[in-house]
């Protein structure tokens, strides 16, 4: 089954930008959405489709996908930027939805 | 607006059914793919099952085939889970989701989610 492999955790001080990996066989070839979930809240979209910002998601969220990776960028971290953040594939050849772990972005 | 509204979560003991409800607003339910997600407490998100708008496609994430299945009711806006044979390993939060298309198309909306509780 596909796996996709992301970091516990990331840490960045406000200001700055934190990236977030989002590792699986040849991902460049899927298309990746990133979801953003806040304690005791539902996840919330904030790209879709690699790169793709929904309406109200602020320009400082931005995606990438090449190769073995997946990246979400936020740049200029502000603190109510803390949250789980998970990546998610189309399996197409199992036919499954797949989850990454899940990366704590802390504030420092 | 778009809502959707889970409910029927509760404690079960293991070995025990369950049924969950989704209940959607604010949308052409007939037109669009739903899904259960699950999470366990303070751990990840699980795909559970993805059912298409006319109930044509179905899919189930391997762990709960043959025990869970998911169907809908266009004429009454709702998503049904029917879950049998409960296990310990199916407590989690479980959140009805839009999709917004066929996959690989993304989940642009979430319920609040249910409880579910099963114990041993």
């Known amino acids: 089954s596909y796996v996709l492999t992301q970091p516990p955790s990331v840490s960045v001080a406000p200001g700055k930008a934190a990236r977030i990996t989002c590792g699986g066989n040849?991902?460049?070839?899927?298309?990746v959405h990133w979801y953003q979930q806040k304690p005791g809240q539902a996840p919330v979209l904030v790209i879709y489709n690699d790169s793709d910002r929904p309406s109200g998601i602020p320009v400082r969220f931005s995606g990438s996908n090449f190769g073995n990776t997946a990246t979400l960028t936020i740049s200029r971290v502000e603190a109510g930027d803390e949250a789980d953040y998970y990546c998610?594939?189309?399996?197409?050849?199992?036919?499954?939805?797949?989850f990454g772990g899940g990366t704590k972005v802390t504030v420092l | 607006e778009v809502q959707l509204v889970e409910s029927g979560g509760g404690l079960v003991k293991a070995g025990g059914s369950l049924t969950l409800s989704c209940a959607a607003s604010?949308?052409?339910?007939?037109?669009?793919?739903l899904d259960w997600v699950r999470q366990t407490p303070g751990k990840g998100l699980e795909w559970v099952s993805s059912?298409?708008?006319?109930?044509?496609?179905?899919y189930y994430v391997d762990s709960v085939k043959g025990r869970f299945t998911v169907s809908r009711d266009n004429a009454k806006n709702a998503m049904y889970l029917q879950m049998n044979s409960l296990s310990a390993e199916d407590t989690a939060v479980y959140y009805c989701v839009r999709a917004w298309g066929a996959p690989p198309s993304f989940f642009d909306y979430w319920g609040r989610g249910t409880l579910v509780t099963v114990s041993s």
């Open positions: 040849n991902i460049g070839s899927k298309s």
């Open positions: 059912i298409s708008s006319g109930s044509d496609y179905i």
């Open positions: 998610q594939v189309w399996d197409a050849s199992s036919d499954h939805w797949v």
């Open positions: 604010g949308f052409t339910f007939s037109s669009y793919t």
